[in-house]
């Protein structure tokens, strides 16, 4: 839901904050006021193209903010994601435009993209009449709004999981008949390879390990010196470390017999005899394992040397060099059974595009009968709206590949000896056809001519539509040209309908439109300073009644026409 909206500089609008909660909206004003420079503000926020004539004379820039409350729109929320936008439940929508025609967009106060920005617009509001941003003059959208009515997203979501897998199968498969020639002609060197790696067998971290053994064995004589003396230091030289502490730990032990406090310090003195005990031990039994090996020394030598001349030719270290022999051991098991793997992932594919066929049949098979159900509806509903005439039809028709048209493409199911293509939601296109006039062909609704009359079956199409058609906010602008009497009455009765489901945003010169507003806003000129400027103001009951009954009588109100109007309005008194 649009919960408000803020213009400042933008053509005849110097500011306007308007808070915009409620269902139906309704925007009333003389020809000219600016009704329609709002709409052209509010599209602004949602994506359109920007102009620097669009902002007002003599300011620097135009600022357009629309804040939404967005809770359960589930499309927005992953869409947000994918491009890393945290939101909360309400979105704050920002569009600044310079006097030198530069633009920036905001999402809760982040810059963001003008192309993310017009993906989050198609999500929150369809404009519709005299506007481009019309989501149902858009053919792609027509089949997703089908599926929607007929609730068939979860088959359309378990068929996208079958085309997923069919893709994959036909990429792999692509991807091993490009590399068919290069597997082959690569197969002796790769072997090779791999041979010569096998043939030192290294493994993970050898090289480091005998790193460490070639320092101890190529020092072994100094180690042994080395251990040697540090043995006779500590415990058996004459007037060693442990026999010093022992002398020292029976003196402490004779003053602590005198004095008590020296008990501390002979335990201490004991302790640290024992340690070095323990150490003298340990270093007396690593000087009796020290071996003089100069033929093991040299086997390693050797070893090492083998190791090192991998790690050169295969990556630089020894990782590399085995991860290198994994990589090309599956290349030459590829290459000598090429033919075996073909055969199996041509299979698995066979079996994906069968899968794909069957859900793909089954949803165009539920899409046709939803479409007979939309079709009449809609018929009836143009029939509410004063077009006695209307045909509609919801075309759903299948691509065939021919040889030239396959080129090559796994995307395609059989149906008989006839290859159909797919796509995101099956093997259907849905375009919506419509003639509005007797005797007329049934055309694209997207050729249909702009105005009034579109609007009209706008709202037929998203009074049918309502309850699937997941854009919160529709905004209507000529929906009352060429109508009126019972004809206006029952758009008004369809726009209300719509609340049910949307926030819905309607200028009209209707007094029977006007007449069943949750809000009423009125957009005057008003001229100060040598300056035209557009004004929105909210209309309280009284003055909501004033309106109507200028709608319904001219700028001179009655008594009766204040009367008519309470009546239309279904107010009492």
Not at 157 to 178: P, V, W
């Amino acid at each position: 839901m649009l919960k408000s909206l803020f213009i400042k500089n933008y053509a005849l609008i110097e500011e306007v904050s308007a808070d915009l909660s409620g269902g139906l909206i309704i925007l009333t004003g003389e020809t000219g006021a600016g009704k329609s420079i709002l709409i052209d503000a509010l599209g602004l926020v949602i994506g359109q193209r920007a102009s620097a004539d669009a902002v007002r004379t003599g300011a620097d820039k135009a600022i357009v903010e629309a804040v939404f409350h967005t809770a359960g729109n589930k499309r927005l929320t992953t869409l947000l994601k994918e491009n890393d936008v945290e939101h909360t439940d309400e979105l704050i929508i920002r569009r600044e435009v310079s006097a030198k025609g530069q633009s920036r967009c905001f999402l809760n106060d982040s810059p963001i993209t003008i192309t993310l920005q017009k993906q989050v617009g198609e999500l929150l509001v369809d404009l519709h009449g005299q506007h481009e941003h019309q989501s149902l003059l858009r053919t792609e959208t027509h089949i997703v709004m089908l599926d929607d009515f007929g609730g068939l997203e979860g088959m359309v979501t378990e068929y996208q999981t079958a085309l997923k897998r069919l893709r994959d199968m036909s990429g792999q498969i692509a991807d091993l008949q490009q590399r068919e020639q290069q597997l082959r002609e690569r197969r002796d060197f790769l072997t090779f390879q791999l041979q010569e790696i096998d043939a030192v067998a290294p493994q993970d971290g050898e090289d480091a390990d005998i790193d460490q053994q070639l320092a101890i064995l190529e020092n072994a004589e100094k180690l042994y010196e080395s251990t040697a003396r540090l043995y006779e230091l500590l415990y058996e030289g004459d007037r060693s470390v442990h026999d010093l502490l022992v002398i020292a730990r029976n003196q402490l032990h004779d003053l602590a017999a005198i004095d008590k406090q020296f008990s501390e310090a002979a335990g201490e003195c004991s302790t640290a005899e024992v340690l070095i005990s323990e150490l003298a031990k340990f270093i007396q039994g690593y000087n009796a394992r020290i071996e003089f090996a100069p033929e093991r020394l040299e086997e390693l030598r050797q070893r090492l040397g083998r190791l090192i001349l991998l790690r050169k030719k295969y990556g630089g270290s020894l990782e590399a060099a085995l991860a290198h022999r994994e990589a090309i051991a599956e290349e030459v098991r590829l290459a000598e059974n090429y033919e075996e793997v073909i055969t199996r992932l041509t299979e698995e594919c066979e079996e994906a595009r069968r899968a794909c066929a069957v859900l793909a049949q089954r949803i165009s098979s539920k899409r046709h009968e939803t479409a007979r159900k939309v079709d009449s509806a809609v018929v009836e509903e143009l029939k509410k709206l004063g077009i006695h005439h209307g045909r509609f039809s919801s075309r759903i028709t299948q691509t065939p590949l021919n040889a030239e048209k396959h080129n090559g493409t796994a995307e395609y199911v059989l149906q008989g000896n006839t290859r159909v293509a797919l796509n995101s939601r099956g093997y259907d296109s849905v375009e919506f056809h419509i003639s509005t006039n007797l005797g007329e062909e049934e055309k694209p609704l997207a050729r249909v001519a702009s105005g009034g009359e579109v609007s009209r079956i706008m709202l037929a199409l998203k009074t049918i539509l309502a309850k699937s058609d997941r854009l919160p906010v529709l905004i209507f602008d000529e929906i009352d040209v060429g109508v009126s009497g019972r004809i206006a009455q029952a758009v008004g009765m369809s726009l209300k309908a719509l609340t049910g489901f949307h926030q819905v945003i309607v200028i009209t010169h209707l007094p029977q439109i006007a007449g069943l507003a949750d809000a009423h806003f009125l957009v005057e000129k008003k001229e100060d300073s040598g300056r035209t400027t557009s004004v929105l103001r909210r209309l309280t009951l009284e003055e909501q009644v004033h309106e109507v009954a200028k709608l319904m009588s001219g700028a001179e109100v009655t008594r009766a026409g204040l009367a008519g109007a309470r009546e239309l309005m279904g107010l009492k008194g």
